[in-house]
């Protein structure tokens, strides 16, 4: 965990949660686990407040829970995940994703069960409902029935997966706080298991729904406010009490992984290419795990008989497409048999390293030119050069080759490697050679995109700060010297900052999410060379 992952979770959680969260939150994540009194104590916080900080956090799943590190009986140890907390970037990704699969009925089901941490099916299914009748017209309401549909798809596709029950952690409930999944109450014998351990995780309660969603009035705004008295008392009632639901985020990203290699095939190859691995992906979407190198084998008969029913290729072309795809320098498909007329899989963790690599190469050729980038993929491919080597290959005059290769090793994006003839290390007999090294150089500019994410997030809200003290000067009648003043608490680079970022207000959404894009891929590729 490094500075600028600590520094953007405090603000996604100050943002999200408010400040007394983010203070327990980023010294849990600084500090370790710790038990209740040594947060309390180094935080100098109030107890009651520390308590509801970690039941936030628990909810949301951004904290873990057990017993001390002195074993049974010894208190209850918190840790802080940085990784959870940081996944509260894609939140809005991940609702755009359900909305593509599942239309307005799925993205808000996953909406409300992100909002909330983790929801049962019957509470979930009659928010949704109440959300969609207020939008609709008047005399039209939702029906339970089709929210529960859509529910029961995102849990079939594996993107919603039951919580862990409360018994599997060693908890009960107390006087002072509610028997869900995620509250800390009682010293839990061992470490909280996941939710794939669950034999039940994506089997579907018996839930009695019947009705229609209810418009809301204008009259019923504080109803939200006891929201947590209704939600247990509408769960008794539907047969589905204790049974949480929680977002799936593994199998999202597993879904990003595999549109991402979609796209690199139809940009790279054909759109018909694309398709094939498509269904190939979609065949063994369920069955293949996030860790896992390759997909299943499937053989060229089923991937046949699965294709969409537009695309109408004969066998001999698929069989042409599928030697095409395993030929590929990219490697994204690969054969493991002949029976069946072949056996081909996806290859998961080739896929990502040549996705990782081709934003490496964007990124330099965004920043310092296509001649850097040219240099950049040519020590990519041929591992270590000298000098003299890369300006014959690069076809780049000498001095502009070693000003290039000079700035991107001042950047860390290219590396020197000294190898001596002699014991003495003497300069006129050592060989200096270039090289990339992917894996450090994908680490570092995934910190860079957390940097682009921290000084957005400041300045916009530094901006909104500002603007709000000055609405209400201005109302209250304040003099010109003193809304001055306050002008005057932007600094010159940071105003030319926020000019730029209000002219292009409009894009700043997207930016965030191609940043968001570049981060996934990076992590992708850093978590898959950890499970080789």
Not at 217 to 224: I, K, L, N, V, W
């Amino acid at each position: 965990m490094t500075a600028q992952e600590v520094r953007l979770c405090g603000l996604l959680l100050q943002e999200h949660f408010g400040e007394v969260v983010e203070r327990i939150g980023t010294h849990l994540l600084r500090a370790g686990a710790q038990n209740l009194r040594t947060i309390a104590n180094e935080t100098n916080t109030p107890l009651d407040l520390v308590k509801k900080s970690l039941c936030v956090l628990v909810q949301h799943g951004a904290c873990e829970f057990g017993s001390g590190r002195r074993g049974p009986g010894s208190p209850v140890e918190y840790r802080a995940s940085c990784e959870r907390v940081l996944r509260v970037l894609r939140y809005p990704r991940y609702i755009y994703t359900a909305k593509t699969l599942y239309g307005d009925t799925g993205e808000l089901i996953v909406e409300e069960v992100l909002q909330r941490g983790h929801m049962t099916m019957s509470n979930t299914v009659k928010t949704v409902a109440d959300r969609l009748t207020h939008n609709m017209e008047e005399g039209r309401s939702m029906e339970y029935s089709e929210v529960v549909s859509a529910f029961s798809k995102l849990v079939e596709t594996h993107f919603l997966q039951r919580c862990p029950p409360v018994a599997e952690m060693g908890t009960a409930a107390t006087s002072a706080t509610p028997a869900t999944p995620g509250t800390p109450a009682a010293p839990a014998s061992t470490a909280p298991p996941t939710a794939e351990s669950n034999p039940d995780c994506y089997k579907l309660p018996h839930v009695t729904l019947t009705g229609r969603g209810k418009r809301r009035r204008s009259s019923d705004d504080s109803e939200e406010q006891r929201g947590g008295k209704k939600a247990k008392m509408d769960s008794e009632s539907c047969g589905d009490e204790g049974i949480y639901w929680q977002v799936n985020f593994e199998r999202f990203h597993q879904h990003f992984r595999d549109q991402a290699i979609i796209s690199a095939v139809a940009s790279k190859l054909d759109q018909t290419s694309s398709e094939i691995v498509r269904t190939m992906l979609r065949m063994s979407e369920v069955t293949t795990t996030q860790t896992a190198a390759y997909t299943q084998p499937l053989s060229a008969n089923e991937i046949f008989r699965s294709l969409p029913p537009n695309y109408s290729i004969s066998r001999p072309i698929l069989d042409q497409y599928l030697s095409l795809l395993v030929d590929d320098p990219m490697e994204f498909v690969g054969k493991s048999g002949d029976s069946g007329g072949g056996m081909y899989v996806v290859n998961l963790q080739r896929a990502l390293a040549n996705l990782a690599r081709a934003t490496l190469e964007s990124v330099v050729q965004e920043r310092f030119g296509s001649r850097s980038a040219r240099i950049f993929r040519l020590l990519l491919r041929k591992r270590h050069l000298e000098q003299k080597q890369v300006e014959d290959f690069a076809m780049i005059p000498a001095k502009e080759a070693k000003d290039m290769l000079y700035t991107l090793l001042s950047e860390n994006l290219v590396q020197l490697q000294e190898i001596p003839k002699t014991p003495d290390h003497a300069p006129s007999r050592t060989f200096y050679l270039y090289t990339v090294n992917q894996l450090p150089t994908a680490r570092l500019l995934l910190q860079h995109c957390y940097k682009v994410h921290i000084q957005t997030k400041r300045l916009l809200e530094k901006s909104q700060r500002i603007e709000a003290i000055l609405a209400s000067l201005q109302a209250s009648g304040a003099e010109p010297e003193q809304l001055t003043e306050v002008e005057e608490m932007i600094t010159a680079p940071e105003r030319q900052q926020l000019e730029a970022l209000r002219h292009h207000i409009n894009k700043l959404d997207s930016t965030e999410n191609q940043v968001d894009e570049t981060v996934f891929l990076l992590e992708s590729y850093i978590f898959s060379t950890k499970t080789k």
